[in-house]
C-alpha cells in the first residue's frame, strides 16, 4: 500500500472518543413533583355552609381562635389575615363538615397568605368527615401551600377528613382519628352494581391522591372495607405507618436536595437528627401524659435548641420554624402597595353563581 493510500485512510478514520473523567461526580437527579398543581381559583360568591372559620396570627390557641371568618371573598379574607404579616403565621381554626365551601375556603386561604407573604399556615381542624371529593380537591390546595395541620386534644379527624392529614407538610395529632368505608349518601343507587360502580368512578382519583401525598394505600383498603356504620379509630402506629402523622415524607423528599444546597448539608444532618429526637421524645409520649397539641410543641421548642435551630442563616427553614412568630417577621420597612385581586370577587353580569348547600354534592361520595 502507498503512503498516499495510508495517509488518506488515516484521516478518513473517525476521530478517537474523549476519555470519560471518571472522577467527575454527577450530580442526582431532582425529585420528581408528586404534587397537583392549583386550577385557577373560582372567586365566585361562596359561604361556608357547613362549619365554622377563624383566623389567628399566634400558634397559641389558649388565647382563642382569633377573628371570625364571615367572607370568602378575596378582599374580606386579605382584611382578615392582614396582621399576620407581622408574625409570618397565619393558623386557620375550622369546626364542621369537609364540603365544596371548606375546599373554597383552603384554596382561598392560602392564597391570600400567599400573597400577603405569610409563609407558615396552620390548619387547626376539627371535622367529623364529608364528601371525599371536596376532601381531596381541599388537600391538593393544603399540599401545594405548605400547611401544618393540628388535631388538638379537643378535636376529631374522622373518615374524609383523614384525607386532608394526607396532605399536610407536618402533621400532629392528639385527638382521634377515624376512618370507615366511603358511602354517597345524596346518591340514586338502589342496588350493591349501582353503588359499586359509583365508588369505582372516583376510587382512581382517591388512589393517585394517597400516592402524590405519600400516604399509604392501606388507607385506601380501610376506606373501601371498614363498615360505614362502624368507625376505626387509628393507632398512633397505624397513623405513622399510613404515612398520616408526623413529617410528610413527600415533601421531605423534594426538599432535601434544594435544603442541601440553600442550606448546607450540616443543617440536613441536624435537621434529621432533630425529627428523630422529636418523634422520639415528644410524640410518643403524648397519650401517656395526656399531653395536647400546645405541650408538645413546647416539648419540641425546647428540644431543638439543642441541635442549634433556630438557625440564623435558614430560620424559615428550620424545625418548627412555624412556632417562632416574630423572630419571622416580616421588616417594619413599608409595605409596597396592596395588588387588587387578580380575580374580581363579583362575577360577571349574567353570569350563573352556583351555591353549594350541605350535602350538595350530588353523587360524590361522602364520608
Known sequence: MSLSCLLAAACSRPPEPAPEAAATPIAPPAPRVQRKPQAEIDWSPQRLEAGDAWIDCSADYHQGDGRPVLSLAYLDLRKTMQDCRATGLMRLRYKGKVTASFAALAERAGKVAGDLGIGKRILDIDSSGGSVEAAMRAGDAIGENDWTIWVRGDSVCYSACVLILAAGDMRVIVGPVGIHRMIALQSL???????????????????????????????????????????????????????????????????RIRLAQTCGT???????????????QCLQPADAAHQDVADINACG?????????????????????????????????????????????????GAGVAEHAVGGEGASPAH
Open 189 to 255: 343507587v338502589r342496588s350493591r352494581r349501582e353503588l359499586g360502580e359509583a365508588l369505582r368512578r372516583i376510587s382512581d382519583e382517591l388512589r393517585n391522591y394517597l400516592e402524590r401525598n405519600g400516604a399509604s394505600i392501606e388507607v385506601y383498603d380501610l376506606m373501601t372495607t371498614v363498615p360505614n356504620r362502624k368507625l376505626r379509630i387509628l393507632t398512633d402506629e397505624e397513623l405513622e405507618a399510613f404515612g398520616l402523622s408526623g413529617a410528610n415524607a413527600v415533601e421531605d423528599d423534594l426538599g
Open 266 to 280: 450540616a443543617f440536613l444532618r441536624r435537621r434529621d437528627a432533630f425529627r428523630r429526637a422529636f418523634e422520639q
Open 301 to 349: 421548642l425546647a428540644l431543638r435548641e439543642r441541635y442549634g435551630f433556630p438557625d440564623p442563616k435558614c430560620p424559615i427553614e428550620s424545625p418548627m420554624a412555624e412556632l417562632d412568630g416574630a423572630v419571622l417577621a416580616i421588616p417594619p420597612a413599608a409595605p409596597p402597595p396592596e395588588p387588587a385581586p387578580a380575580i374580581p370577587d363579583a362575577p360577571p353580569a
